[in-house]
């Protein structure tokens, strides 16, 4: 009895497995079923549908560098400390230059009408105002008038001599007020290029000096010193340049300024001739 409900238990087990394995076996083959039928699916759906393109990334447009980035980058590039001289060099050479020409544009006066007020004061014999207007114009033609005016007011030297002397004596004092500090301004246009090209030097020594250490001579050892030599020149001939310009300028209205003190150093001794209190 024990053998034969051993032997039921048994084929029950073996058929129990057998029946486990078929269905899992079953459920396998149609997982894979299902997973080639979705595969099937997947690429039959790429190839029906038609490909999307992406949206092309915007274009940024690099943005170009302002000249003040550009010149400081230069500036530090052609080394800063050697390219400070440069401009210091710049700097006092502007200074000077806008000195000057704010001195000449005050001393600029309306030479004619100033002279021509003048000789009518002098005709009137009211040489006490024609002094009074001189002190209260500004510029040299002012100032040769007036000691031409205290000259004649007086009793001793309104010869017309002496008076002719005294306008040519002022007219070079004058003269020498006009072109005062331009021998700085000429300094600094010379100085400017000559710094310019001690840089040059400098940087074909650094260039040897690279070349040494590395002991190759390639465009990439010797492109750092060649760099600052050809910058630090660049900035010494524009810094040259700017103040060649103001110094021109500046020339310009001294050589204006001179001829109208001729003209009016001319008018003066007419004016002086025909006052009644000139010694003839």
Known sequence: MKKL?????????????ANSTVMAQEEASAADTTLVADSTAVDSAAVEEPAVEEPAAPVVEEQTESLHKALKTKFIEGD???????????????????????????????????????????????????????????GPVAQISLKAMNCLNSNEQNDIATIERTINMEAEVQGSYLEENCSWITLFIAMAPSLGFLGT??????????????????????????????????????????????YNYILSKVEALTSNMEEAAQELLVMCVKSDKCKK
Do not use: H, W
């Open 80 to 138: 800063a400390g050697f390219m400070s001289l440069v401009a210091i060099a710049l700097v006092l050479g502007l200074a000077f230059c806008i000195e000057r020409v704010i001195y000449l544009s005050l001393a600029q006066v309306n030479t004619r009408k100033f002279a021509a007020e003048l000789a009518a004061l002098v005709a009137a014999g009211k040489i006490a105002d024609a002094i009074q207007k001189c002190k209260n114009t500004r």
């Open 201 to 246: 030097v400098i940087g074909m020594v650094m260039a040897f000096d690279d070349i040494q250490r590395a002991g190759d001579i390639s465009p990439t050892v010797v492109a750092g010193g060649m760099k600052v030599a050809l910058i630090t020149t660049i900035f010494g001939i524009v810094v040259a340049l700017i103040l060649q310009v103001f």
């Open 5 to 17: 409900f051993a032997i039921v238990a048994m084929v029950a087990a073996c058929s129990f497995g």
